[in-house]
């Protein structure tokens, strides 16, 4: 198998903050990765270093190194923007535009200067399908996204993101907003992405990531406690903190 | 203590119904010394008329005589001439003299074929007479062929003049003087200040919002910049208006004009209205959900997409509610365009030439020897109106954008 993200001895600090020990981790390419652990261990933190999205927090500082396809990401000239259209993200709280859900899924690529209607029309529909969210929407592609339901904006959020046929999408508690059938919803959606996609998900709910990840990774305040295929991780943890954080002992 | 206490509440509940019920006081106070001063001289006329009243002498080629019925909604005060359709009131004026008043023109009376005998460009053309002028002198042919005239000048009654016309077999000519007192060159000079003010400081004000807020890396430097603006936004009008004569005034004397004028008056309102156009932009910014932001640079997009693409938008609404804060305050100015565009009440206002907005016309009829209380309170009341329109709508949008995000 393919690592698509390799991170070596990373650190991070907010400020005088240091928010991530020195952590070392390999990411399969076209599998699911969950990330668990109690708030506040970084797992969110670590989730943006995957697309730079920690640039934009003032005082954040980066020590170490992640490579993408062998290429290190973390050194200051990288393109981001080239960057973000290959790992695309999902946010917590489903965040739409306000404007029509066509103009949605099509504002990535449009940032990138594709004005071919037909090209547009085509990933729109494609993006959609893949998302689960064409049959509902088909006949008000133009009616504002922020009239969706949150389930159905959360979809919308996904098509928005593979519409720049990404190689990772990285989903930061993308049901955590979510009622149980839109997450239902949501999760099955991701076991059908992962063909195409390497998903890597942070969740805080332990069943989730037993149910839809191939791997999960334990952190506990800023260390990378344990990663290994889910089904060790949850018959037979190796740390004793992993075994009391999934048995319910703390967190 | 039980008793202290009680006693204490009683006198602080006693000074907050007072306080409040002196405040509520004097504005019912206000608004009705300017409802029941303004409402006398407010007609909506005289939002499109002159203030200046002119002098016209018209003549008339065929001026026969014809039979015109009295229209039943004049009153008996009315004297009526019946062979040339035209009715006369007597009118006492504000200073005091007695106006002679045309009130009412029959649509095919001959008085309206007249055309203009003053030297000047309008020469020749033909000249409706406006309502409300008063009438100096009406020369009249009698039947015998000899010319008499009647009129304001010559001390006559509105009756003696419409039975004198009555006994005439045609009409000579006609001095009269146009009404005046209206506000249509201010209002108009308040338009272009309005927009042209907009014009100078919305571009700037937004992109310097933007810059302070999105942009900005957020150190001291900015930081000052930020407690300078709010400090701009404390200074008092006039010193702006000194600002723009010392400053601004050579800019445009350059550029060939002479004397104060509108685009004078708008460059300093812009410099004005700069602090508050910030100040709005950047708080319509700040409400902007930062998952818009993230969304949008996820998707590959830079920075400066982000912020016209989706940013920027989802921040009208609060931008407008900026714009209708400034034409609020322009609308309001006085003292910075008593400097910057002279306190002569012009007619016909053009750019470069100096003029009144409403608010200066209410210091100038105000400030000569004999103060137009009831011209001044007119006006205040096409302010008010229009201020208060503004803060209605500005209440509307903002109700409209919690609810659009909050959603």
Redesign the interface.
């Known amino acids: 198998m393919n690592n698509i993200f390799t991170v070596k001895d990373l650190d991070l600090y907010y400020g005088d903050n240091h928010a991530l020990h020195s952590i070392d981790m390999a990411i399969e390419e076209n599998r699911v990765t969950a990330f668990i652990g109690p708030s506040g261990c970084g797992k969110s933190t670590l989730l943006r270093c995957f ?1 730079r ?1 920690n640039d ?1 927090i ?1 005082g954040c500082r980066i020590e170490g190194n992640i490579e993408f396809r062998g290429k290190d990401i973390i050194k200051d000239k990288v393109d981001t ?2 960057l ?2 290959q790992v ?2 999902v ?1 917590q ?1 489903p ?5 029509s859900i066509y103009d949605n899924v099509a ?2 690529l449009r ?2 200067g594709v004005k071919d209607k037909k090209v547009l029309d085509k990933v729109v529909e494609e993006s959609l399908t893949k998302a689960a969210l064409w049959n509902e929407v088909k006949d008000r592609l133009k009616s504002n996204a ?1 009239r969706l339901s949150g389930g159905q904006q959360q979809r919308l ?1 996904i098509a ?2 593979i519409a ?1 046929q990404p190689d990772v999408i990285l989903m930061d508690e993308p049901t955590s907003a979510l009622d149980p059938i839109a997450t239902s919803k949501i999760e099955e959606l991701m076991e059908s992405l992962k063909k195409d996609f390497t998903i890597v998900i942070v969740t805080h709910s332990m069943q989730q990531a037993a149910r839809i990840s191939d791997f999960t990774a334990f952190f506990l305040l800023g260390d990378l406690i344990e990663m290994n295929s889910t089904k060790e991780i949850f018959h037979l943890p190796k740390d004793k903190r992993t075994e009391d954080y999934i048995t319910g002992r703390f967190g | 203590m039980t008793k202290r206490r009680k006693i204490s509440d009683f006198m602080a509940n006693a000074m907050t119904y007072f306080a409040s019920f002196i405040s509520i006081l004097m504005l019912v106070w206000i608004f009705f010394y300017i409802f029941s001063t303004g409402m006398k001289s407010f007609d909506f006329k005289m939002l499109t008329t002159n203030y200046w009243s002119t002098n016209y002498k018209i003549e008339f080629e065929s001026p026969d005589a014809g039979s015109f019925e009295k229209p039943g909604s004049l009153g008996d005060s009315v004297a009526y001439s019946v062979k040339y359709g035209v009715g006369f009131e007597d009118v006492s004026t504000k200073s005091g003299t007695m106006d002679l008043q045309v009130v009412y023109i029959a649509s095919d009376s001959p008085l309206n074929s007249g055309t203009n005998a003053v030297a000047g460009e309008t020469l020749g053309q033909s000249q409706s007479i406006d309502l409300g002028s008063n009438v100096q002198r009406i020369t009249y042919v009698n039947s015998d062929g000899s010319y008499a005239s009647e009129g304001n000048s010559k001390g006559s009654s509105a009756a003696q003049l419409a039975a004198a016309l009555d006994q005439s077999v045609s009409i000579d000519s006609m001095q009269y003087q146009t009404p005046g007192g209206g506000v249509g060159g201010s209002l108009k000079a308040t338009l272009m200040l309005i927009g042209m003010t907009l014009l100078f400081a919305l571009p700037v004000g937004i992109f310097a919002a933007i810059y302070l807020h999105e942009l900005a890396p957020k150190n001291r430097l900015t930081r000052l910049i930020r407690s300078s603006i709010e400090m701009l936004a404390g200074v008092p009008s006039i010193i702006f208006g000194l600002m723009g004569v010392a400053v601004l005034f050579p800019i445009t004397a350059a550029f060939g004009i002479k004397s104060t004028s509108i685009l004078l008056g708008s460059l300093t309102l812009a410099i004005m209205l700069l602090p508050v156009i910030i100040r709005n932009t950047e708080e319509a910014l700040i409400v902007v959900p930062n998952g818009f932001r993230d969304g949008s640079l996820s998707l590959g997009a830079t920075e400066t997409q982000t912020i016209f693409k989706v940013v920027l938008p989802s921040a009208l609404p609060g931008i407008l509610s900026a714009v209708l804060l400034s034409i609020g305050r322009i609308i309001g100015e006085s003292a910075a365009l008593i400097f910057t565009m002279g306190t002569f009440i012009m007619d016909k206002p053009t750019l470069t030439q100096n003029a009144t907005s409403l608010a200066v016309q209410i210091w100038s009829v105000m400030s000569g020897e004999n103060p137009n209380f009831g011209l001044a309170c007119a006006i205040s009341i096409i302010i008010l109106v229009i201020v208060l329109i503004l803060n209605l709508t500005i209440k509307l949008i903002t109700a409209r954008l919690m609810k659009k995000w909050s959603a």
């Open positions: 697309n999205m934009l003032d923007v080239e973000r259209t695309g993200m946010f709280r965040n739409p535009f306000p404007m504002y990535g940032c990138q922020l959020c928005r993101a720049l």
